[in-house]
């Protein structure tokens, strides 16, 4: 049975070479047939040359090559359509995704017939900072209560049999989450569970900026809960409205009007802010809209070397 790893890789010159001879040497030690797929997503330094060096002097390595810089998103389905593997699996690009690891998921998957995915989830996260893990915590929650999928200690490392890679390449949206989807398209699925190792090499390619990017992407495209909550608040504050407005006629009639402006500015203030909170959500999902109706593909390649 033929294993097909995908390895999105942006940036990594530093340990590139390492990460190629690791994954290679392991998985040959353990007599798996397997085709190694590394996406160059529009790195600036030598991470291209030194993978396309490689699918060159190896048959099982194909480098593919974008444009440009098109995510990590992009990277995973451009993998999963050049992988011509009975199974796939999707990993990092810097070992801390353990490649022992994944040849225990090729072993669990290969000899129990049923079983369509294992995913490999963190039993722990290694050494990240404190507010990594309250934030990388909240937004779990977030998307376990909006899409009632529970991605806590999840991560991209998964291998599929070709049965559900299928699926998930026959789906038309350009705007992907392929980690909340490879759960979502509910095949049955096995866990193991890895330490996640210290980085080897360089730095990792996510700031606060991107990270906070990724999880509002990763909210909107696979959910329309934020939408629902809008709605929710336009009745709270309809209620609330109707009440104060109920008070304000009666202390009226009462000869008891309201008095003074603090009130009213403070009204005005936070119905202003709801308002438009409510239309930043709305205009988001706009855009969501506008870009998927372009058609314009999720990705462009400009080379590939090793594909056959």
Request: charged share 20%.
């Amino acid at each position: 049975m033929l294993l097909s790893v995908v390895i999105p890789a942006y940036n990594e010159e530093a340990g590139i070479q390492t990460t190629i001879d690791t994954i290679d040497a392991v998985l040959n030690q353990n007599g798996i047939q397997n085709e190694l797929i590394f996406i160059d997503d529009g790195s600036s330094d030598r991470t291209w040359e030194i993978i396309s060096a490689n699918a060159q002097e190896r048959d099982n390595i194909v480098a593919v090559k974008f444009s440009r810089n098109f995510g990590k998103e992009a990277a995973i389905f451009a993998g999963l359509k050049t992988a011509s593997g009975d199974c796939v699996a999707v990993m990092d690009s810097d070992l801390q995704h353990p490649p022992e690891t994944l040849v225990e998921m090729y072993k669990l998957l290969a000899h129990n017939e049923g079983i369509d995915v294992v995913e490999a989830r963190k039993s722990s996260r290694g050494k990240e900072s404190f507010a990594y893990k309250i934030s990388a915590g909240l937004f779990y929650k977030i998307l376990r209560g909006m899409s009632k999928i529970d991605l806590e200690n999840a991560s991209d490392f998964k291998l599929m049999s070709r049965k559900v890679v299928d699926e998930l390449l026959s789906m038309p949206e350009r705007q992907t989450f392929f980690r909340a989807m490879s759960s979502w398209v509910g095949f049955h699925t096995e866990y193991v569970y890895f330490d996640v190792p210290e980085r080897q090499f360089g730095k990792t390619k996510w700031s606060l900026k991107s990270l906070v990017r990724y999880a509002v992407n990763s909210i909107t495209s696979f959910t329309s809960l934020p939408l629902q909550i809008v709605t929710v608040i336009g009745i709270i504050f309809m209620i609330f409205a109707l009440i104060v407005g109920v008070q304000t006629l009666v202390r009226y009639l009462m000869g008891r009007a309201v008095e003074g402006f603090t009130t009213v500015i403070l009204l005005i203030l936070l119905l202003g802010g709801c308002v438009l909170l409510s239309l930043g959500v709305i205009g988001y999902y706009i855009a969501k809209i506008y870009e998927e109706v372009k058609h314009r593909p999720q990705y462009i390649i400009g080379d590939i070397v090793g594909k056959k």
